[in-house]
C-alpha cells in the first residue's frame, strides 16, 4: 500500500506543457480544424458520460475531410483483454506478496527455512482456521478498513481498463456505466478471494493461520497471553474489499467526472491538470502503471478537446447574445 500512495508523485517531475500549436484563444479554431463548431457540439449531451467531447477513438481512426473529422467505423467489437488483465493482477499479487514476505520473513522460513514446506498441511490448518474464526482478523483498522479498500479499488481498475466496453466510461446514471462497474465489482471479489485464502495467499505463503504460527496480542505483541487472541485470518477482509473498494472507485469517478473535467474545460496548463487527475484518482494512477501508462492517463478523453469543446461552447452562447443587441 505505500508502494500505491507514492505512485502518482512521478506526474509532478514529468507533466509536460502544453504545446504552442492551438494555444490562443483567438485562433484555436483556425490553427486546429479538426475542433469545428459542429463536431464538438454534436457529442454534447450524449448522456455516456462524456458529455461536451469528441470521443478520444474519433480523433485517432477518423479522417479528415476539410475542416471536420469523419470517424471511421471499426469492423466488429473487441472482447475483454484477459491475458493482459491476468498479468496486471499477477503482477500487483507479486508487490503485494513481496511487502508482505519482507515483513513476515521469518514466518515464511519457520519450518527448515523453506518456503511452502509441508504447503498442503498448513493450508488446511489455515482454511480451518479461518472457518472458524469470525470477522476481525487482528489488523489495525486502517489495514483492515481503508488499505483493503485501497486493494479493491485498484483491482477493479485492473478490470475496467482491460475491458474496451469500459475503459472510456465515466461516472453516470447509465446502465452502461453501472454493469462496467458491477463486472469490477466481480474480478475485484476474486482478486480478494484469492488473496485472503487463495492457493497464493496470506494462508499459504505467510502461514496465516497455521500450527507452526502462534498467536498473537491485539497490540501485535507475541506470543498471546491475552485473550483474545488473533491468527491474522478473518471474514472481514473477503467482505470489505470488494465492497468498499468499488466505492473508492465510484469515488474516484466521480471526482473525476466533476471536477477534473471542469478544469481542463478552463485551462491549457498540463502540469495542472496532470497533478489534478493523480490527485484526485491516485488508484486509478497505480492500475495505469501496471497498465503501461502514465499514471494521468485518461482513456475516456483528452484534455485538449475537452478544453476546444468548452471554448466552442462559450463562443456558441455569446453569438446569441451578441446577435440580440
Given amino acids: 500500500m505505500r ?9 509532478n517531475a514529468v507533466c509536460q506543457l502544453p504545446s504552442v ?21 454534436s457529442s454534447r449531451g450524449n448522456g455516456d458520460g462524456a458529455q461536451g467531447v469528441t470521443p478520444s477513438s474519433t480523433l485517432e481512426n477518423g479522417t479528415r475531410n476539410g475542416n471536420a473529422f469523419v470517424p471511421v ?17 499477477f503482477a500487483f499479487l507479486a508487490i503485494e506478496q513481496a511487502y508482505v514476505v519482507h515483513e513476515d520473513y521469518r514466518w515464511v522460513t519457520i519450518e527448515n527455512g523453506v518456503p511452502f514446506n509441508h504447503y498442503w498441511r498448513d493450508y488446511k490448518q489455515s482454511l480451518s482456521t479461518w472457518i472458524h474464526s469470525g470477522w476481525d482478523d487482528g489488523d489495525p483498522f486502517l489495514y483492515s478498513y481503508v488499505g483493503h479498500p485501497i486493494q479493491g479499488a485498484l483491482t477493479g481498475y485492473i478490470e475496467i481498463q482491460n475491458d474496451p466496453q469500459g475503459e472510456k466510461l465515466e461516472f453516470s446514471r447509465t446502465r452502461a456505466y453501472w454493469w462496467s462497474r458491477t463486472k469490477a465489482l466481480l474480478w475485484d471479489s476474486a482478486y480478494s478471494t484469492q488473496w485472503n485464502i487463495g492457493p497464493l495467499s ?18 501485535g ?25 468499488l466505492g473508492w472507485m465510484l ?14 474545460g478552463a485551462t491549457r496548463n498540463r502540469f495542472l491538470i496532470d497533478f489534478v487527475r493523480c490527485a484526485l484518482n491516485p488508484i486509478r494512477g497505480g492500475a495505469n502503471i501496471l497498465h503501461a501508462k502514465a499514471p494521468w492517463y ?14 466552442v461552447e462559450k463562443q456558441g452562447r455569446a453569438e446569441p447574445a451578441a446577435e440580440s443587441h
Fill in 73 to 89: 467505423s471499426r469492423p466488429g467489437g473487441q472482447g475483454f483483454h484477459w491475458r493482459r488483465a491476468l498479468t496486471e493482477s
Fill in 251 to 264: 469515488t474516484e469517478d466521480f471526482l473525476d467526472r466533476n471536477i477534473a473535467r471542469r478544469l481542463e
Fill in 202 to 219: 496470506e494462508l499459504t505463503v505467510e502461514k496465516y493461520g497455521a500450527h507452526v504460527r502462534s498467536p498473537w496480542n491485539r497490540d
Fill in 298 to 311: 485518461r482513456a475516456s478523453r483528452d484534455a485538449r478537446q475537452v478544453y476546444f469543446s468548452h471554448l
Fill in 3 to 11: 508502494v500505491l500512495c507514492l505512485l502518482p508523485l512521478g506526474a
Fill in 221 to 245: 505483541t507475541w506470543p498471546c497471553t491475552r485473550r483474545p487472541c488473533f491468527t491474522g485470518v478473518g471474514q472481514v477482509d473477503l467482505v470489505i474489499t470488494p465492497t468498499a473498494g
Fill in 21 to 41: 500549436q492551438c494555444d490562443s484563444v483567438n485562433s484555436s479554431l483556425a490553427e486546429c480544424p479538426f475542433l469545428t463548431h459542429s463536431t464538438l457540439m
